[in-house]
């Protein structure tokens, strides 16, 4: 059973930082963050591959860095200078393959709150 473990949500003042993880029970060749706010659509915050290519959505880029330790199967959101629209649902998702069917898995999802 492939899990995806995540931890590093919680409550955060404007400005400030929040690092999220996510423990993948087995190796992907891609993991990434995604992040649903109330009354709107999952969306790609960053993602890496197993190659170290790398992809962020243009509101978190030079704030948010995503980065991976390939041999811990994990991967790491670190979030700065925070912004209350930043507050959401992080998802960590990562993808296998079995054959050559790519698989999807998704964490439970960690809560994220900007807030003074």
């Known amino acids: 059973q492939v899990q995806l473990v995540e931890s590093g949500g919680g409550l955060v003042q404007p400005g400030g930082s929040l690092r999220l993880s996510c423990a993948a029970s087995?190796?992907?060749?891609?993991m990434g963050w995604y992040r649903q706010a109330p009354g709107k659509q999952r969306e790609l915050v960053a993602a890496i591959t197993n190659s170290g290519s790398t992809r962020y959505v243009e509101s978190v880029k030079g704030r948010f860095t995503i980065s991976s330790d390939n041999a811990k199967n994990t991967v790491h959101l670190q979030m700065n200078s925070l912004k209350p629209e930043d507050t959401a649902v992080y998802y960590c998702n990562g993808k296998f393959y079995s054959g050559i069917q790519s698989i999807d898995f998704w964490g439970q999802g960690t809560q994220v709150t900007v807030s003074s």
């Open positions: 087995r190796n992907m060749y891609y």
